[in-house]
């Protein structure tokens, strides 16, 4: 697995990310969830992805849990996780309605819970996880600056931020933001045309791309786009020898010359060691644009 620097200052990661969004589907037990974690490693996936609301503010413990069966293993992993989205939920009874808050005092907070949940004393990447509405930008980043002079968070960068909130945040922030970790798959490809990747590009920048098989809806039999997809797949099998549609989707984000992250979604093993050989796949020009004719329906413009 190649490793990649976010910034020219770092941090390194995975050309991959495990993400722990859907870890407590399966109800996994700490054992198995800390066996996930080693294959992660052994294949080179280091970086692992999480947030303070993943599986309703469950997912860092279970994190936590598993990590402590292995001294040691933590040393091995880069850890990346977000705040910044609060919902009504059987921990939190006081809420009465879902909202954001990136104010300073709230991002501290809730790290500072994160960083006790994961049984470790700083993470590698911090991420306000959706832009808040109602909090300045300085007060967001008084709060990430306050962090990153802390050492508890070795580098900060945003989710789901639109080209000009980032503009405004990167400005007020001591330390450049390391990454916009945004939605990118062959089913939303508006990234490419909205300015996100490009602002990256010039900001010398690595974005970080969740959902890459758009949720499973590439899969799915009943969508037309899905259909479409496979044909497209199975036409290029003599080019990309035992490669599915799944490597191929991967290696899709990972071609954009931005060069995103993706962010892996499932709990299975096997799927994890799948997703990993598209790091070798390099698709060709044309290949490229017959998988964006195919998702979207139509030839390019």
Known sequence: ??????????????????????????????????????????????????????GLYEVEEALGAALALTPGLRDKLEIVTKAGIYVPNPRHPERRTAHYNASGARLIKSLDKSLRLLGTDHVELFLVHRPDWLTRADDTAAGLNDLLRSG???????????????????????????????????????????????????????????SPLAGGRLFDPAQPAAQRLAVTAQSMASRYPGATLEQLAY?????????????IGTNKIERIQSAAQADDIILEREDWYAL??????RQIP
């Open 251 to 263: 290696a899709w984000v990972m071609a954009h010359p931005s060069r995103p992250l993706p962010v």
């Open 292 to 297: 964006w004719e195919a998702a979207q329906g």
């Open 1 to 54: 697995m190649k490793r990649l620097q976010l910034t020219s200052r770092g941090p390194e990661f995975s050309r991959m990310v495990y993400g722990t969004w859907r870890l407590l589907d399966t109800k996994p037990t700490r054992q198995e969830i800390n066996r996930r974690l080693h294959a992660c490693v052994e294949l080179g996936i280091t970086t692992i992805d999480t947030a303070e609301i993943y």
């Open 152 to 210: 508890k968070v070795k580098s900060a960068g945003v989710s789901n931020y639109s080209s000009s909130q980032f503009d405004l945040l990167n400005g007020l922030v001591e330390q450049p933001l390391a990454t916009n970790q945004i939605e990118f798959h062959l089913l939303h490809p508006e990234p490419i045309h909205d300015g996100t990747l490009q602002q990256c590009e010039k900001l010398g920048i690595l974005p970080m791309a969740w």
